[in-house]
């Protein structure tokens, strides 16, 4: 039951960091976009918390398999925490290049939050690893792609 819990709290962070990524790329210049900020960073240490916590509480039950394979979602979500701390750190900056430097690190974590959803649910819909394999690909190429456009508008 709790590892129930801490895996709906994860999905809930993700979705959060998600939908609050989208929106402080689109509104960087709002009098809001501090505070999108901040709610967009705190739901991506739940995203990562509750996804350790969920990894630990399983680990008794896990096979060596998915074991190596949480850790290196783990350390994916390190680097995801990484990438929204440099973000943070670039939108201090007094100049207006850090727009481009921003939308560089939470275009990247959204392009992995999203991976990260339709890989789930394509192994929860048993697709096979060839498919699998095409939508996480895909969803790299379309990701870029909309980050390219959202650079586009800035200029």
């Not at 275009?107 to 060839?130: C, Q, R, T």
Request: proline share 1%.
């Amino acid at each position: 039951m709790i590892h129930l819990i801490f895996i709906v709290l994860h999905s809930v962070a993700g979705i959060s960091a998600f939908i609050f990524g989208w929106i402080c790329m689109y509104r960087l210049k709002s009098k809001s976009f501090k505070e999108l900020l901040w709610v967009f960073l705190i739901s991506l240490l739940g995203l990562d918390t509750f996804m350790i916590a969920a990894i630990i509480v399983d680990i008794p039950i896990l096979s060596q398999g998915q074991l190596y394979t949480f850790i290196g979602l783990t350390l994916l979500g390190l680097y995801m925490l990484y990438r929204g701390y440099r973000a943070y750190v670039v939108q201090k900056e007094s100049n207006n290049r850090w727009r481009l430097s921003f939308i560089n690190h939470v275009g990247f974590i959204l392009i992995s939050l999203f991976d990260g959803f339709v890989i789930v649910s394509a192994i929860d819909l048993n697709i096979p690893v060839w498919g699998i394999i095409i939508i996480g690909i895909s969803g790299v190429i379309v990701g870029i792609s909309g980050i390219n456009h959202v650079k586009a508008k800035l200029s």
